[in-house]
């Protein structure tokens, strides 16, 4: 979990269209919002872990689109938490094989629920660890959704991911779930921390992100393991 502060961007930083996928060894990322879909991004292939951090809340999805619009030109498109919900239900519900997990703050727990609900998607559990803020460690929900019902958390997995924060949270909360050679899917992959763990872990990873500045970092980071 990042803390996100506005600052100015180079020229160089500021991504200039919706590319296509692109392939960085193994690994394969995409500039893209997620309310349009996934492109090429998955190439006919289902992910075995779609993990995802998405921005959080209405008012951040405001915060993100203004950022976007001053990063890439892209215009200020408002959105319903809701109505974006239901775009990342659907991506993960077409794209996931496996098992579903969703990092979200604490308000906005019903709003996910309601979602996984209207997807028609088999809810499994919620673990509440905790990451790292400005003021300290805060709580974060994390919601467990699986495709496939031989593939679901064993009772001991909640309270181990619930006793974590930050990266070593992730970690516990993918291992069980781990295919090597297999494909962790983050639609707003951002600078790319789901990326480490599927490097850490043997998987492929494939990201899409809105913002080109942001996935250019994680391009870099997936280049220097490709
Ligand atoms: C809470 S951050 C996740 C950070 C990420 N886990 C990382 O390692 O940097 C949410 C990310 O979602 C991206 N985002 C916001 N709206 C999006 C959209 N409509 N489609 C795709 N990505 C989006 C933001 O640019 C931001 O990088």
């Known amino acids: ?59 951040k999805l405001k915060y993100f689109h203004t950022m976007q619009s001053a990063l890439d030109g892209v215009q200020d498109s408002p959105l319903s938490l809701p109505d974006f919900l239901d775009c990342l239900f659907g991506l993960a519900v077409a794209n996931c094989k496996g098992i579903i997990i969703i990092e979200y703050g604490e308000k906005w727990e019903q709003n996910i629920r309601d979602a996984g609900d209207r997807a028609g998607v088999q809810f499994c559990g919620m673990a509440y660890p905790t990451y790292r803020g400005g003021k300290g460690l805060l709580p974060m929900h994390l919601h467990v959704y699986t495709m496939d019902p031989d593939v679901q958390p064993d009772p001991d997995y909640y309270g181990r991911v619930t006793d974590s924060h930050d990266y070593e949270m992730t970690r516990r909360a993918i291992a069980p779930f781990v295919v090597p050679g297999g494909i962790i899917l983050d639609v707003c992959c951002g600078f790319g921390n789901t990326a480490k763990m599927a490097l850490k872990s043997g998987m492929r990873f494939y990201g899409q992100e809105l913002t080109q500045a942001r996935l250019d970092r994680a391009v870099k980071l997936l280049g220097r393991h490709a």
């Open 1 to 59: 979990m990042e803390e996100y502060t506005s600052r100015s961007y180079t020229e160089e930083e500021k991504g200039t269209s919706m590319s296509n996928a692109v392939q960085v060894g193994g690994h394969r990322v995409r500039c893209g919002n997620l309310t349009e879909g996934l492109g090429d991004l998955m190439g006919g292939e289902k992910c075995d872990i779609f993990y995802t951090d998405p921005p959080w809340g209405q008012g």
